[in-house]
């Protein structure tokens, strides 16, 4: 909740990068979904990806949010990843649906792909490391 309250506040400062913004609204789609309020996430995602994202239609911020809203399949999304940046995020973003979903198997197979892409400049590289040491508890 409270990791939910800061992502929200920085997002109501308006002064982060579109780049950012992108990257706020997709973890902010993760605490509401994970908090099990996925129908709220996705609407909030859903409003923010057709009105006030800043990207091209189907750049990579667009096809990862259809994925966590449930537009696309996870074989689909899975393989658009065009690079070890985009496999990382790929990984790591099916890796939590599977959480959500209690696949604990599932969720760490996704956690160790985005870590063996060895995209460690990336907040997702990251994240799926201590997302795999917190599956099991």
């Known amino acids: 909740k409270e990791a939910g309250d800061d992502f929200k506040k920085a997002d109501d400062l308006k002064r982060l990068s579109d780049f950012r913004t992108d990257q706020l609204q997709l973890r902010l789609w993760l605490i509401k979904a994970r908090a099990g309020q ?11 990806a057709t009105k006030e994202h800043r990207g091209r239609a189907g750049d990579w911020f667009s096809q990862i949010a259809t994925f966590l809203m449930g537009e696309q399949n996870e074989e689909q999304f899975l393989n658009l990843a065009g690079n070890k940046d985009q496999t990382c995020d790929a990984y790591f973003y099916a890796g939590v649906k599977k959480v959500i979903a209690k696949d604990k198997a599932a969720a760490k197979a996704h956690f160790k792909k985005a870590i063996d892409s060895g995209a460690s400049a990336s907040n997702e590289y990251w994240s799926a490391m201590a997302e795999l040491e917190g599956v099991d508890k």
Do not use: P, S
Not at 38 to 48: F, G, H, P, S
């Open 38 to 48: 996925a129908a709220d996430a996705n609407k909030e995602l859903k409003q923010y």
